[in-house]
């Protein structure tokens, strides 16, 4: 959309800037509950309660976003917030969306690392990570009944299980073949469940969206540089093996590949970083996801205390403290700097393609793909917060790491079961399930040490 095009339909809908800010700031410190939660939020405020956007316009531009790698729902409150008034506008609705979750995640990783081992926090951590396993199996559930439409969609989440789990083949990998699958399914007269397309003009009562050289030749010029520029002035100044350097080329390529939502990608986080890496254990980043559970904003936020616990851990020659934060704020922007460069960059040209049938079925098969990638975690997540060791198979191409049965934690094997029941059975919020198990875990550490 060129600039003029953009103005013109902000001077339409009456809308101030300053008012709109008002409520994009409202929308962030009520972002809890992870894209489902969040997206309703902004449909509610947008749509439903102040009619700024046409609820045409509103699916069009989720559709768009569902397309791109990172969090949807922060990208969609870019995309709006674009539409509305141009790109100060998006990076005002897209960069508060992020600032309050940002904000609290980093108090609460300086209270893990200077309280963490106390019996009140150690107590408080336990429960939390016990409760992310029903957390992350709800995520398995949800997303499960709304991609596996087929059996060849089954097929697909089944295979790209057994390919993370038992072969350990890299996340990106599989989502790329998914891809091809989807993609060759639809054209063999196959399809695997395609998603639909929408047709027509989505915009409602908006303006027109084409795809502009100079334009898309402007935001590359601007975003790129701010993106990719500290991680080459790292490269030179700090060297390739600083870990800040790593920590930003990583989350760099993350950035990229954050297909399907944030729990898809945090397995392959998880992997790298705990196991390759070695920026943190396993108990620390389950605890880093419970913490970013429970503020607002993206989930994908856990990131940032990945990025913390590695600068804390290797703060070469900085104070650990300082250089956590510093690795920690850096990982957020390498994370969320091309989440603006998809949004203003990309919509003129995948609007274009939006009526691709091919396309669709590529995108089907991710999704499908998503669901095995999400139980990968879940299962990974099972075996390092309910037992405390675990052992390796290898044999037949597999690779594999069993639990040991007699290291079973009875605790937080009690926390994830009774967690699992209010979350199942009686439906208990998400916030409460979390705070409850916190409760637990501090109550037994200090009954029973």
């Not at 995309?79 to 508060?96: Q, S």
């Not at 409760?131 to 199996?137: D, F, G, Q, R, S």
């Not at 499960?144 to 059996?151: E, F, I, M």
């Not at 099972?382 to 052992?391: D, G, I, R, V």
Request: net charge neutral.
């Amino acid at each position: 959309m060129r600039s003029a095009d953009v103005h013109t339909d902000a001077t339409r809908h009456g809308v101030s800037l300053g008012t709109a800010t008002q409520v994009w700031a409202k929308i962030a410190a009520l972002s809890f509950g992870g894209p489902a939660g969040q997206i309703a939020i902004m449909h509610r405020e947008i749509v439903e309660d102040r009619s700024w956007v046409s609820e045409a316009r509103f699916l069009h531009a989720l559709n768009y976003c569902m397309l791109l790698p990172g969090p949807e729902a922060q990208q969609l409150a870019t995309y709006l917030g674009w539409l509305m008034h141009g790109t100060r506008g998006g990076l005002i609705a897209g960069g508060l969306f992020v600032l309050p979750g940002m904000l609290a995640l980093m108090a609460l990783s300086w209270v893990y690392v200077l309280f963490g081992s106390s019996g009140w926090a150690f107590g408080l951590f336990a429960g939390l990570q016990a409760a992310v396993l029903v957390v992350v199996a709800d995520a398995v559930i949800k997303v499960g009944r709304r991609a596996l439409k087929s059996r060849a969609a089954v097929a697909i989440a089944v295979a790209a299980f057994g390919a993370l789990f038992v072969f350990a083949v890299p996340f990106p990998v599989v989502i790329v073949i998914a891809a091809l699958v989807g993609f060759a399914a639809e054209h063999s007269g196959h399809p695997i469940s395609p998603l639909k397309a929408s047709g027509g003009d989505m915009l409602g009562d908006g303006g027109d969206v084409r795809p502009s050289w100079g334009r898309a030749g402007g935001v590359l010029a601007t975003w790129l540089p701010l993106w990719l520029g500290p991680v080459a002035v790292l490269w030179l100044l700090a060297g390739a093996d600083s870990v800040f350097t790593r920590l930003a080329v990583f989350f760099s390529e993350v950035a990229v590949v954050t297909f399907g939502g944030a729990y898809a990608v945090l397995a392959y986080v998880a992997q790298a970083a705990v196991q390759t890496q070695h920026w943190l254990t396993a108990p620390e980043m389950m605890t880093g996801l419970g913490l970013a559970e429970s503020t607002p904003g993206p989930l994908i936020m856990v990131v940032q205390h990945v990025g913390f616990l590695a600068g804390y851990h290797a703060p070469e020659g900085l104070p650990p403290l300082l250089a956590g934060t510093l690795a920690g704020l850096l990982v957020t922007w390498v994370t969320f700097a091309p989440c603006f460069l998809w949004v203003f960059l990309g919509a003129p040209y995948v609007e274009a393609l939006r009526g691709a049938t091919g396309l669709s079925a590529a995108l089907s098969a991710v999704t499908a793909a998503v669901v095995g990638v999400i139980a990968n975690l879940a299962v990974w997540f099972a075996e390092h917060s309910l037992f405390h060791a675990t052992t390796p198979w290898r044999g037949l191409g597999m690779a594999v790491d069993v639990p040991v049965l007699s290291s079973l934690d009875g605790f937080s094997a009690v926390i994830a079961v009774v967690s699992g029941v209010a979350l199942f059975r009686f439906r208990v919020g998400v916030m409460t399930l979390l705070a409850a198990s916190c409760v637990a875990g501090v109550v037994k550490q200090v009954l029973f040490g």
